[in-house]
């Protein structure tokens, strides 16, 4: 497993223009290992351009990126399982189906998807079609697909969109059940009180920039999360 001394993401300076809007800039970011890490921010931060560059989906305008430990390099990308963009899968097959599929792709055993499967509680959904499975069912089987070969880390965009209070429970146990391990997660959210439930530590992006990085309890020492949020932000409470 990973050395618990070395980041498993650190970016220094990392931009990203489009066009001549910057969406990112000059973000460093430090995840630590065995931590799930939200990174959060209002519609339009530019967390998913950020989760992309990471992910080698978007080329860095500038700035640099290492994986554990490491310069950026592809090769780092299969200690890596990512869910972004939602969920991808095929409708008319089962989620167990889909993930063999996946895992052919990815050289995995058989054996590997009944783990992830009862991972995130699917392995009741025998032949039912992903296409008919509730928001939830369809979250796990994407947070399934990302868990498939083991990886040491997790990136998921925005992993709670659409779950209810007991979904975002489910969710909250199986990815602290990952990182139990010495794992490690960075997820993406809009919802400043899901990061808090789900979160050790925050990076708190607003117009491209990071205004925090750190442990949840620091960030808001009064207990105001809302107060600490929109004083970073710039927002408004209402
Ligand atoms: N491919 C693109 N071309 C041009 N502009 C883009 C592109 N992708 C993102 N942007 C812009 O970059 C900024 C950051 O977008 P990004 O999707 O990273 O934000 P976000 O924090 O993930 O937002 P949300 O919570 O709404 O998903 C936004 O202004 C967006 O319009």
Redesign the pocket.
């Known amino acids: 497993m990973h050395n618990a001394e070395v980041p498993v993401v650190r970016t220094a300076g990392l931009s ?1 223009t ?2 001549r ?1 910057p ?2 800039e000059s973000v460093d970011l430090h995840v630590r290992p065995g931590r799930i890490y939200g990174l959060l ?12 560059m990471v992910l080698g989906l ?1 080329p860095p305008s500038s700035g640099e990126i290492q994986l554990f430990g490491r310069p950026w390099s592809r090769q780092a990308l299969s200690r890596i399982g990512a869910s972004i963009n939602g969920p991808s899968f095929y409708g008319h097959l089962s989620a167990r189906q889909n993930l063999m599929v996946h895992a052919h792709l990815l050289g995995v055993s058989g054996a590997e998807v009944d783990r992830v499967l009862a991972a995130v509680d699917l392995h009741g959904s025998g032949r039912k079609k992903a296409k008919s499975f509730s928001v939830g069912m369809q979250g796990r089987l994407a947070l399934a697909m990302a868990m498939l070969g083991d990886p040491e880390l997790l990136v998921l ?2 992993p709670q969109n659409g779950l209810d209070p007991e979904g975002t429970a489910a969710l909250r146990a199986m990815l602290r059940r990952f990182t139990e391990t010495g794992r490690t997660i960075v997820l ?3 919802l400043l009180s899901e990061v808090a439930s789900l979160a050790d530590d925050i990076g708190l ?1 607003a117009a ?1 920039q990071l205004r925090y990085q750190g442990g949840i309890a620091e960030f808001a020492p009064d207990g105001d999360l809302e107060r600490a949020y929109f004083a970073l932000t710039g927002g408004v409470r209402a």
């Open positions: 990203k489009f066009g809007t969406a990112v921010g209002p519609n339009g931060a530019g967390k998913s351009t950020t989760l992309k978007l965009d925005e993406s959210s809009h992006i491209g």
